[in-house]
């Protein structure tokens, strides 16, 4: 996607906007072999961006300190202009850089860790909590918030003006994202309830989802 | 999201089929000030992922040569599992990491951006061309899909066995994408009519779109 016209430079609001209405993130870091960029999922709250895996995890493996970069975007629509040049997407998208600090001691961790579980939709306090063996194997990372940018394109294709009065369709696509009607897994006991917060994210987008 | 039960890694039919359902690329490289990832348009071939961009670009410019990781994900689900730890999302997503190429030559660097500009929705025999003036502001770059890695997680949730027969919910949560109608740009002249490709794309998934 281009970068330039119809792209503006946002505050931390509508960071924390975009954010809140992704549902992965995207992170890269350096390594011996060269970059390497992986989809994970995410939760932040004021000050930082929070990532988890196992501990075995090549991207946060690498430890305290390690440069990351985490991207998150969402794709609003397709931009067709009348020149190829000037094709697009709208898209709205926040690029947070920085270094990434171990979260240490376990009600921090419990903390964050029900930040991500409850980014997309809450599932914390319906779900049974880390064991103390599932916590020790859970790594969990911040980055810091303070280095995040944010750029949206939205709108009509922007053409060379000699090609206004071209034979040439233009204009966009909107794409949407839905969640569709929860399914129960096979292997559920009869006698247990879909949350009300799981049930209540059917036909939602997301960013309505809460 | 956490990589092990239920994911697996494909050949290279599966990875074709991922690049083709995607919209976007999240491409990271290496800079001065660390990782950076950009989301970004692509297209492929059967040997190649290709990105472009203005020659100013960030990510691109740093030249042939150049090691990159090119990541495209398709989110298909959530996954509630009972507890926490167990939490994940159904996913599609394939992994190139390689040394950029610089596509040179008019005729190869024209192949190559319509198959970009064709990547979601065929466009490039509806529209204008790119004059000289633009192809050459065009960086065009290949990344060889022989490092190419898939993975894709489906289905239900992996809970401990200990937690089958606890009281929690557990499920997954289809999440669809959608093309909707397409909108003609405000400063669209009378008499351009819609083309058949893009007309044909409205209710259309990724997935189906061809």
């Given at each position: 996607m281009r970068r330039g016209a119809n792209r503006a430079v946002y505050e931390?609001?509508?960071?924390?906007?975009?954010?809140?209405?992704?549902?992965?993130?995207?992170?890269?870091?350096?390594?011996?072999?060269?970059?390497?960029?992986?989809?994970?999922?995410?939760?932040?709250?004021?000050?930082?961006?929070?990532?988890?895996?196992?501990?075995?995890?090549?991207?946060?493996?690498?430890?305290?300190?390690?440069?990351?970069?985490?991207?998150?975007?969402?794709?609003?629509?397709?931009?067709?202009?009348?020149?190829?040049?000037?094709?697009?997407?709208?898209?709205?998208?926040?690029?947070?850089?920085?270094?990434?600090?171990?979260?240490?001691?376990?009600?921090?961790?419990?903390?964050?860790?029900?930040?991500?579980?409850?980014?997309?939709?809450d599932q914390w306090d319906t779900s049974r909590a880390p064991n103390p063996t599932e916590l020790k194997r859970t790594l969990v990372i911040a980055v810091p918030l303070a280095e995040a940018s944010a750029k949206v394109r939205a709108g009509d294709p922007v053409d060379e003006p000699d090609d206004l009065g071209g034979p040439w369709w233009a204009g966009t696509v909107p794409i949407t994202t839905t969640f569709e009607a929860p399914v129960a897994a096979d292997d559920l006991a009869d006698g247990r309830p879909m949350p009300a917060a799981v049930a209540a994210i059917e036909g939602r987008s997301p960013d309505s989802r809460r």
């Open positions: 931390i609001d509508e960071i924390l906007a975009i954010l809140d209405a992704g549902l992965i993130a995207h992170a890269g870091v350096v390594t011996p072999d060269g970059p390497l960029v992986l989809p994970m999922a995410y939760g932040r709250d004021a000050d930082n961006l929070y990532l988890h895996g196992a501990l075995a995890n090549q991207l946060l493996g690498s430890g305290d300190g390690t440069e990351v970069c985490v991207t998150v975007t969402l794709v609003d629509g397709l931009v067709v202009a009348r020149g190829v040049f000037h094709n697009s997407m709208n898209y709205r998208s926040v690029v947070i850089r920085g270094r990434a600090r171990q979260v240490e001691g376990d009600a921090e961790r419990l903390r964050v860790l029900k930040l991500i579980t409850d980014h997309v939709v």
